[in-house]
Each structure stands twice: as C-alpha cells, then as structure tokens.
C-alpha cells in the first residue's frame, strides 16, 4: 500500500514545490487546503516519484505533478484493491476526466458534481469591477465608503487577534455547529490563524473606526492562480464582503491571473453571490467510479 498520513507541516517542503508546478487551477491543489482541512475531510497524502496522492477517507483525488500519469494511476488502484475499497476518485476536473476517458476507456463512470465546482475570477475584474454588469458591487462600495470611516490592511501577526475576535462574533451571529458543518470551517479557520506564516498564507483586514468588521485569507496555487480560503464580514456593515473582496485583490492580487474563490456547496444564497462576480471559468468537478 502507499505511505498515505495526514499531512504535516514537514511536508510542506516536498509536497508544495510538486504542487506548485502541476499547474492546476483547483482550490484543493494548494498545500495549505489539504493542512488546514485534514480533519474535516481525513485528507492524507504521500509521494509517488514527482506526484502528490491524495486520499479523503475512502476516496482519492486525481494525483497532481509531473510524470506517468497511468502508473500512478495504477499505483492508486491497487492502493484501493489492497485496502479492499472501491476505486472512486473525488473531485475530478473537466481536464483529468478527459485523461482518465482516454487512458481508461469505459472503466470508469462519471457524475457531475455542480456543487463541488471552484469559481474562477480575472483578478483584473475583482480589482477594476468595470462595465455595467459590475454596476450593482460599485454601488456597494460607494455607499460602504460615504457611510463609514474605514481602512484596510493586510493581515500580519499584530493584527491577527482582531481577526480572530472578528470570527467569534461571525459564528455567533451565523451558529457555528456541526449540523451546518460552519464548525469544521471554524477548525480549519482556526488552524489558518496558527500555522498563517508557515503555510504562507496572506490576508487582508478591513476596520471601520478601528473595529474589525471584514477579513480574508487564502494563498498562491502558483504564479497564475490565487486561492482565497476564508472571508468572513459582518453582515450589519452593509458592503463590508464587497469591500474586503475588491481591496484585497487590488492590494495584493494584481499579480495573479485568476482568483480562485472556491466552490458554492449547493447553498443557494452562495451560489448566487458567486454567480453576480461573472466567473471566467467554473471548474467543472466530477465523481469517477471504476468498474461500475
């Protein structure tokens, strides 16, 4: 069987030059992602020559990195036969199905899984929000800024406990539990604020006469993509998400070419705030089985 274990800081080391080279747009590509929700998800990882293997609980993910893709492949499935599993891979892009269809013809069965889909952003269009379709979010804004007396900053250790008070407040008002799954979101928040410099996670915070009211957190997939993990903002600042989500982009992601701000998780409210920034790409995910 593969060396599979939960992933550790350590492996930060091997694992995120890998993943940064694989060229891969999805948010579960980044080294961070597969840190902070190891315990919600029971990621594990290991090597495989120039690949990371993932595995969430008795699913896998497509290997990402550079090599023979079909021996890895097999490596995974025989990882399964040994564990006496099924073969299903989870999360699978429009890009790798199309791999997986070519090398595996008719071995595997595919299902769409729209919920599961990442939102794909031009940084240039979060930062500039131009033309009549961005109309709405640059009313937002105006209003945000005539109505208070705020600034931004990025987010560093001497400004982290504002963003930590800020997140409280947040579950409190949008009751974290288990049953809505925002507590498993507040663990891996949570691990974010720890481990923030180890994993190179940046941030921005947004104060409205000095009281937290908007933050984010998120990192670099590599030097074209830009993951954003947490956004969190206080509902009775009306604008504050629209705010955070332009000033930190325009502060510190101009260099990116997409902006990657995860999938909606079939909640409707989600999926149609998602939907009102006009993604560039929706990455498509799907579920594989192998064998049915």
């Avoid at 190891?38 to 497509?62: H, L, N, P, S, W």
């Avoid at 073969?87 to 071995?107: C, R």
């Amino acid at each position: 069987m593969l060396d599979f274990h939960s992933p550790t800081l350590e492996d930060q080391r091997w694992a995120a030059p890998i993943l940064q080279k694989a060229g891969y747009l999805g948010a579960d590509g980044a080294f961070g992602t597969m840190f902070v929700w190891r315990k919600a998800y029971q990621t594990e990882i290991c090597q495989y020559g120039q690949f990371v293997m993932r595995r969430y609980g008795d699913r896998y993910g497509v290997p990402l990195g550079e090599g023979d893709f079909a021996q890895a492949m097999g490596e995974l499935r025989k990882d399964a036969t040994e564990r006496g599993i099924p073969f299903v891979l989870t999360g699978v892009t429009q890009d790798a199905k199309g791999q997986l269809e070519s090398l595996f013809p008719e071995y595997f069965v595919f299902h769409e899984d729209r919920d599961s889909a990442d939102y794909l952003y031009r940084s240039e269009d979060l930062i500039q929000l131009a033309g009549k379709k961005y109309h709405g979010k640059r009313n937002h804004i105006s209003k945000f800024q005539r109505q208070y007396s705020w600034s931004y900053e990025d987010l560093t250790d001497a400004n982290m406990e504002a963003c930590k008070i800020l997140a409280k407040e947040w579950c409190i008002q949008n009751g974290c539990s288990e049953e809505n799954g925002l507590e498993k979101e507040a663990c891996a928040l949570r691990e974010s604020f720890v481990h923030f410099q180890e994993l190179g996670f940046t941030g921005g915070l947004i104060r409205v006469e000095e009281k937290p009211v908007a933050f984010t957190i998120g990192e670099a997939i590599d030097g074209q993509t830009y993951v954003v993990h947490f956004e969190k903002a206080l509902s009775s600042y009306a604008g504050s998400y629209t705010m955070i989500n332009r000033e930190f982009a325009a502060h510190r992601l101009s260099g990116y070419r997409y902006i990657n701000r995860e999938e909606d998780m079939g909640l409707e409210g989600l999926r149609k705030a998602k939907l009102s920034y006009y993604p560039a790409l929706l990455l498509e995910r799907f579920t594989a089985r192998w064998g049915e």
